[in-house]
């Protein structure tokens, strides 16, 4: 393992080994190429991490604390789990830290809009938030099997002055969402900037969310040493869509061999290709949305239908980075299924009194899964990436609510 991973990679044509690059039509490249070099420059400019940093701390509610979870721990009968809680960030997610570099960027760019993708709302509704601090347009695609599953972050991206357009082809969720979005932005790449919602899409956005995102792992390391007495995690486990909560958190740990990185992939109703959305587990090489990664491939060998209850992880493809650390041996993947979320959703609400997006809860069902095998003096590190008051009226009219007392 070289000792300088995040320095080396990238490589300058935005390549994780094989993955990631660029594949995007010629009129596109000349737009990206200078979002590239701006965001090279910018990355070390003071007043731009300056103004980062103000943003977080004072409007963004950073750091964010580590707890340990106790009750938790104590159910599963082995190691300590720990939660990095993201779900404490404004706006509910780790999703606002891209979200708002993404903003001064396109502001420094001088973009007066902005325009992405959603899947369960939440890159929606914190690039509403975003472009709302810094004053800029903003319009979210979101296909409408989503819309009518995350209804309340649907009416919060409005509310933030954003303009939802529904995608209305195909499974009509998050993969026909970035179609759309992609499809609107060719047309006006000249005023406008794409704000992709993860660790995915064309070079320098796989890079760029991750160093973003990698805000999360460096308070982490810090946090955790502080609740065990100077020690880094033995096992950060963290959920699967495109992968930005869980690039952000393993960034400054990947150099760490000590540390194991599980990421964590939906598998839904079970095994078979529409069934479930874990492309690294049973995907194969293909380039999509302008990179080249592990996808799930129908017989055609276009993109697979996917399905998880989560409805911001159910992607048939995966941030390129990722499906490069798999390849080199540097992560493990684990699985959750709808029914395993669930019941972690619960677990978590009952014993913790926090209550996980769905996405999350396939970290928390697989880290609890992981806890019980391991012994008492190890401990596991989850990224909580996000609150759940999305998903409350979802699960408890499908999933009636264990051990309620009235
Ligand atoms: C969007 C989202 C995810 C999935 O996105 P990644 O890029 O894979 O992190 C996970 N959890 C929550 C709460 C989200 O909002």
Sequence with gaps: MSSNYLENNPD????????????????????????????????????FIEDLKYVRKHYQGRPTPISYAKNLTNYCGGAKIYLKR???????????????????????????????????????????????????????????????KEHPNVVRMKILGAKV?????????????????????????????????????????????????????????EQFAEHENGAMPDNIVACVGGGSNAMGIFAPFIDEDSVELYGV??????????NHAATLTYGEEGVMHGF???????????PAPVYSIGSGIDYPSVGPEHAHLKDIGRTKVGLCDDKEAVDAFYKLSQLEGIIPALESAHAVG??????????????????LSGRGDKDIDFVVENHPIPNAKF
Excluded: W
Excluded at 20 to 46: C, H, R, V, W
Excluded at 104 to 120: D, P, Q, R, W
Excluded at 265 to 274: A, D, K, V
């Design 12 to 47: 300058e044509k935005g390549f994780f080994g094989k993955f990631g690059g660029s594949f995007i039509p010629p009129m596109l490249e000349e737009p990206f190429a200078k979002i590239t070099q701006t965001y090279n420059e910018l990355k070390n400019d003071p007043k």
């Design 86 to 148: 993201e779900d404490l960030n404004h706006s509910g997610a780790h999703k606002l830290n891209h979200c708002m570099a993404e903003v001064i960027l396109a502001k420094h760019m001088g973009f007066k809009k902005v325009i992405a993708e959603t899947g369960a709302g939440q890159h929606g509704v914190a690039l509403a938030t975003a472009a709302a601090y810094f004053g800029l347009e903003c319009e979210i695609h979101m296909g409408e099997v989503d819309i009518a």
């Design 165 to 221: 357009i529904p995608a209305t082809h195909g499974l009509k969720t998050l993969k026909e969402a970035v179609d759309s979005a992609f499809e609107s932005y060719v047309g006006q790449a000249d005023t406008a900037i794409y704000c992709i919602g993860s660790v995915v899409g064309p070079h320098p956005f796989p890079m760029m969310v991750r160093d973003f995102q990698s805000i999360v792992g460096i308070e982490a390391k």
């Design 265 to 274: 992939e939906p598998l839904g109703r079970g095994e078979g290709l529409g």
């Design 292 to 302: 080249n990664s592990i996808m799930l491939k129908d017989e055609n060998g276009d």
């Design 366 to 383: 697989f880290a609890m899964k992981l806890a019980s095998q391991l012994p008492k003096d190890k401990t596991i590190l989850i990224n």
